[in-house]
């Protein structure tokens, strides 16, 4: 029960980072052919992308749980399908067992792991690590108990790799979002 509500705590806590005001971007979900330009002209360029991608991407998950998890598919404005698939599994079971979501996750940190600027097709290009505390989280069942451990950690950890989504100018999307367990991140 403790590492169901672990996971489930991780996905949903990951989702409802708030920080920056939305910009708005078209996303085309799909990698295009790219240039032999590279993505981006440095690397600080390309942890700006990604930070402000993960945050339209938190930003959006938050709403979607305020809304009692209904209609996550809108995450396919700022991730791969495969990774929306993956967050659907948590929006289900906010409904499944009517849990009540609030409170605001906050981004620690964003730090670039990697840029890959002749990454194939723009997949994997930007790889950053991604700390959130969601201590002001709660999530409670019908009855007004916790679903969550009241021990929980402060900070998650996440590594979180994106792929180029449109070129001209430059966007991302969420394309791998992995609880990290190394040390050094929160």
Known sequence: MRRAALILLVSLSALTLAACAPINVSVDPTP????????FASE???????????????DLGALILAEGGVDGERLGEFATPSVVA??????????????????????????????????????GVVTAYVCADGTGVTI?????????S?????GVPFEITFDVATRNPT???????????GAGIC
């Open 150 to 154: 009241p021990d929980r950690q402060g």
């Open 44 to 58: 600080e360029e390309a942890l700006e992308a990604a930070a402000g991608t993960v945050t339209q991407f938190y």
């Open 140 to 148: 409670d069942y019908p009855n007004g108990d916790s679903y969550l």
């Open 86 to 123: 993956i967050e659907m599994t948590g929006f289900d079971e906010l409904r499944e067992k009517q849990l009540t979501y609030r409170g605001q996750t906050v981004m620690r940190s964003v730090t670039l792991q990697s840029y890959l600027p002749d990454a194939a097709d723009g997949r």
């Open 171 to 181: 966007t991302l999307v969420v394309s791998s979002k992995l609880y990290w367990e």
């Open 32 to 39: 295009t052919a790219l240039a032999a330009v590279p993505p």
